[in-house]
């Protein structure tokens, strides 16, 4: 009959009425976590400025490529800057997420994603590294000597130094999550991984404390990290606490240090005294096949062995590490 499956398929998603990106993207934005909605808000904005009439099979891969270089053009430049290649690559990417739940939702057939057609930006090694223990410990010097509380500032500092979690994962902490018994919390990191993680007696009584002293008990989420007035912690509290360690610390603004260093430091240090498994286990790694292979997921390290190394690295005893 001359009609080929694909002809079947393209003439399904078109008998549609395809919306606009005025339409459109709200509906993605509903559609989303909080961090997604975070990372892609400012260049889906950009998207409704200039193309929110168009409908969504109306622009080109060339256009869409022409829109990320012109992101690019218009970033803000800061010290750490890299070319632009990462607002070229979140803008694609944010394009990507409204094309794909497009696809989803049967308005558009995958052959008519303009999107995934565009080349992301190949991704430069990272500057961040690991610390040594004089940077770490000059960092919780300044912290506890400086600011409008040093209380909280330095457990910010201890809760990432022993998780090496992200900064989302310490946010979401709730009380619910602590588990004294076992000296074990909770997180809840992206791409909605969910993983107990070992930390310090030390540290489990200072947050234990934390979240009394700030009315976590009492709230309506349970949050631990709070201000002093009770309020939730927010990502602002580190862009503050970064900025001002650069005030007092050269090398943290000369370097642009931020919070994800402390994951290096920490994930460094595990890897070269107990091996990758181990590290990779405490990094809260999900076991797709990658760049470690299946390998991976033979040499898996548990609970016991996160829970030896964070032993190891605080000098404190652990119930979950094997005795002797």
């Given at each position: 009959?001359?009609?080929?499956?694909?002809?079947?398929?393209?003439s399904a998603a078109e008998s549609?009425?395809?919306?606009?990106?005025?339409?459109?993207?709200?509906?993605?934005?509903?559609?989303?976590?909080?961090?997604?909605?975070?990372?892609?808000?400012?260049?889906?904005?950009?998207?409704?400025?200039?193309?929110?009439?168009?409908?969504?099979?109306?622009?080109?891969?060339?256009?869409?490529?022409?829109?990320?270089?012109?992101?690019?053009?218009?970033?803000?430049?800061?010290?750490?800057?890299?070319?632009?290649?990462?607002?070229?690559?979140?803008?694609?990417?944010?394009?990507?997420?409204?094309?794909?739940?497009?696809?989803?939702?049967?308005?558009?057939?995958?052959?008519?994603?303009?999107?995934?057609?565009?080349?992301?930006?190949?991704?430069?090694?990272?500057?961040?590294?690991?610390?040594?223990?004089?940077?770490?410990?000059?960092?919780?010097?300044?912290?506890?000597?400086?600011?409008?509380?040093?209380?909280?500032?330095?457990?910010?500092?201890?809760?990432?130094?022993?998780?090496?979690?992200?900064?989302?994962?310490?946010?979401?902490?709730?009380?619910?999550?602590?588990?004294?018994?076992?000296?074990?919390?909770?997180?809840?990191?992206?791409?909605?991984?969910?993983?107990?993680?070992?930390?310090?007696?030390?540290?489990?009584?200072?947050?234990?404390?934390?979240?009394?002293?700030?009315?976590?008990?009492?709230?309506?989420?349970?949050?631990?990290?709070?201000?002093?007035g009770g309020n939730p912690l927010?990502?602002?509290?580190?862009?503050?606490?970064?900025?001002?360690?650069?005030?007092?610390?050269?090398?943290?603004?000369?370097?642009?240090?931020?919070?994800?260093?402390?994951?290096?430091?920490?994930l460094t240090w595990v890897e070269?005294?107990?091996?990758?498994?181990?590290?990779?286990?405490?990094?809260?790694?999900?076991?797709?096949?990658?760049?470690?292979?299946?390998?991976?997921?033979?040499?898996?390290?548990?609970?016991?062995?996160?829970?030896?190394?964070?032993?190891?690295?605080?000098?404190?005893?652990?119930?979950?590490?094997?005795?002797?």
């Amino acid at each position: 009959m001359g009609v080929a499956p694909e002809d079947l398929v393209g003439s399904a998603a078109e008998s549609c009425v395809v919306p606009t990106f005025a339409e459109y993207v709200p509906v993605v934005e509903q559609a989303v976590s909080a961090g997604t909605r975070r990372v892609y808000g400012s260049y889906w904005k950009r998207v409704l400025e200039l193309w929110g009439s168009r409908r969504l099979d109306e622009p080109t891969a060339s256009e869409i490529k022409h829109l990320a270089e012109r992101v690019r053009s218009q970033r803000v430049v800061r010290r750490n800057a890299r070319g632009g290649r990462s607002a070229v690559e979140h803008c694609i990417a944010a394009l990507r997420c409204v094309y794909r739940h497009a696809v989803a939702d049967g308005l558009l057939s995958e052959s008519q994603d303009p999107a995934r057609r565009v080349a992301m930006p190949r991704r430069l090694p990272s500057t961040r590294r690991g610390l040594g223990e004089q940077p770490v410990a000059e960092l919780n010097r300044v912290a506890a000597a400086t600011g409008n509380d040093p209380a909280l500032d330095t457990l910010l500092l201890r809760v990432h130094t022993e998780t090496a979690c992200r900064r989302g994962g310490a946010l979401a902490l709730t009380v619910g999550d602590l588990d004294p018994q076992q000296c074990l919390v909770l997180l809840r990191e992206k791409n909605d991984t969910v993983r107990w993680q070992p930390v310090s007696p030390t540290l489990m009584r200072h947050l234990r404390e934390h979240a009394d002293q700030r009315g976590a008990h009492v709230s309506g989420d349970g949050r631990v990290l709070r201000y002093r007035g009770g309020n939730p912690l927010t990502h602002r509290r580190y862009d503050h606490l970064w900025h001002r360690l650069g005030r007092h610390v050269s090398w943290v603004a000369t370097q642009q240090v931020s919070t994800h260093w402390l994951r290096y430091t920490t994930l460094t240090w595990v890897e070269r005294h107990f091996g990758y498994a181990v590290a990779r286990a405490y990094a809260g790694h999900t076991d797709h096949a990658g760049e470690s292979g299946v390998t991976a997921t033979y040499v898996r390290a548990g609970l016991p062995e996160i829970a030896t190394a964070l032993s190891a690295l605080t000098g404190e005893d652990h119930p979950l590490a094997p005795a002797g």
